[in-house]
């Protein structure tokens, strides 16, 4: 065997582990997708989106759980969205963009973006469930429980932690692809700087602020860590009704019946449905975000 | 975008002598400012809080400190079992803190309910030895499969190809990991007992696998990027001289673009040690102090995981979880740092000039 022949061999071998790995995470993913499809789609009918858990969870459906999972990122998004939006427009209209405040901030954002769920949950217990709702409690109802336990606010409002990063990102991205003229064309013409923020910057990143919003609101739906012990329900035959009630939700429901059910096997069709719905939320919902950056990123100043 | 300093007329300046040309406006400006800054001050106060809950245990006792310190140590300097060592030591320590607590001090260190029962709980070794088995097998799988499906798509596949892998890896990334640990728990876990013939049905090796599932998204995305860094000259030197292709993606493009691989690495390392739902599913959790990778493990994460929604606010089991929550904050924290650190000044300065 020559030089050039083992060299070519090598390519040859080179070139197909390298292509192996790549179309091996596609056939995960293909994988992955086509078990719980096969597992879960005979089991979904609109009586199971439809109603509540029966027989100890070993029957019945899943509202409860959708309804939680709803309220839960609706709460969130409310909260997180606009302060995340807010925070975004601090940093690049009201400081200088490269000074060493933004540079820090965007440090711990990025920071925060790193740390494991599982932490903002022991935040969310420690800081909003004992903390603040403790404080209410003390406050206004003389030490007597109510806020002063995991509910559905303090879920959302620790998911809101979780997901700002995701917020603030998209935001600033956006912002920053509003060219400076259009900036400048606005204040020469007498308006002021709120009024340029406003009916200049703004309307140009609400693409950015939609595609942070889905994106956490895709985040959220998924992750459970940070609900573990801050508001997420092992079982409610009702939806939340008050900001102080626990919720069911569809990932903390899927964990629940995977490991604590008391008949896993036959519950099987069941849980491969409840993970299929919560896998066709969060892709319709990412692809709704990437489908709405890539518009963003074509977009009208290019 | 600081805006240009206006001279304002005396005529409007306003009582207090600020500028109060337009109330409005000033009322908006603070309250953008004033919302921003809640943001961040909330950011901070994770750092706070995290660690506020943990520190009595930090610092109530002298020999507590000794003992946290211990943990750093072992954690920082692989799996080299000295636990033998301290374990006794601990365990005495705490016991000489249950104690004082029967005596009767109400302190917020220390309500101890059940100092006996849920003491052997407190050993932090065997759940670091377990995140540390975990986070190796889901590195070793998704490292390279990470990095060389970056390869691939960055300099020898087809434009299909790349087309084909972005939205791919999107999915991947997008997969929640209860899905994910479903997934390990339901599927993965009978397949590879069933390869193996093994005794327990999870185990680190499932958690690890199903965990490399979750990390592949990470490596392969910071390692492109690193990879799709690297300056064209590089390419078009190499292919001068001679090198085939493959022979410059392999001896040029990737060495060149090391800093930013070893980035992807530590990045992927502190998504799997924090990562908790995949390990609380697949993992058997079973604090074991054993070498084996086909044994039950119980990690620092599944471990706050499965046992904070039961412990009483502030006894020493709940701080300890804290203990063990900081502990994960750190290394995440540290991760990063060192892994931006690596893009930043290794491999940015690398290709400064050199594009």
Known sequence: MNFRTRKKIQGRLFLFFTAACAF??????????????????????????????????????????IVGTFFLVLIMSLVGVPFGTITAIYLNEYVARDSRFAQTVRFAVNTLAGIPAIVFGLFGLGFFVQFMGGGIDNLLHGGALKWGQPNILWASLTMAMLTLPVVIVSVEEAIKQVPRELREASLA???????????????????????????????????????LFTGAAYFLPDIPHKLTDQFMELGY??????????????????????TLILLLLTFILNFSAIFLRYRLRRGRFA | MTPPSVEIPSSKIG????????????????GIRATAFVCLLLIALIFVFVFREALPIVLGKVKAVEITESVGESETYGEDPAPTASQPKKDLELEAEASDEIIGVKHILGKE?????????????????????????????????????????????PKWGKEFMKPTIEILAGFPSVVVGFFALIVLASIVQNLFGLQYRLNAFVGGLAMAIAVIPVIYTVSEDALAAVPKSFTEASLAVGASKWETALRVILPAATPGI?????????????????????????AMLSPGFFEPVRTVSATIGAEMAEVVFGDTHYRMLFLLGSILFVISFGLNAVAEFFVRNKLMKKFKGAS
């Open chain 2, 15 to 30: 009582i207090w002598g600020k500028p109060r040309r337009r109330p409005l406006e000033w009322l908006i400006e603070r």
């Open chain 1, 253 to 274: 429901h899927i964990f629940i019946m995977s490991t604590q059910s008391t008949d896993v096997e036959g519950t099987m069709p069941i849980q491969y449905a409840t």
């Open chain 2, 113 to 157: 309910w059940q100092p006996v029962s849920l003491k052997p709980r407190f050993g932090i070794l065997p759940l670091l030895l377990g995140s540390l088995k975990v986070t190796f097998i889901a590195l070793l799988f998704a490292g390279p499969m990470g990095i060389f499906a970056a390869l691939y798509t960055s300099t020898l596949a």
């Open chain 1, 24 to 65: 091996g995470c596609v056939a995960l993913v293909a994988w992955i997708m086509l078990t719980i499809i096969q597992g879960g789609h005979a089991a979904i009918s609109w009586t199971f989106i439809s109603h509540a858990p029966t027989q100890g969870m070993t029957e019945g459906g899943i509202f409860p759980a």
């Open chain 2, 262 to 286: 070893f980035a992807a690495v530590l990045l992927g390392f502190g998504r799997a040690f924090g990562e908790t739902m995949i390990v609380l599913m697949a993992t058997g959790n079973a």
């Open chain 1, 189 to 227: 013409l007498g308006a002021t700087k709120w009024e340029t923020i406003r009916k200049v910057v703004l309307p140009n990143c609400v693409g950015g602020i939609l595609t942070g919003a889905i994106l956490a609101v895709s985040r959220g739906a998924g992750e459970v860590a940070p609900i």
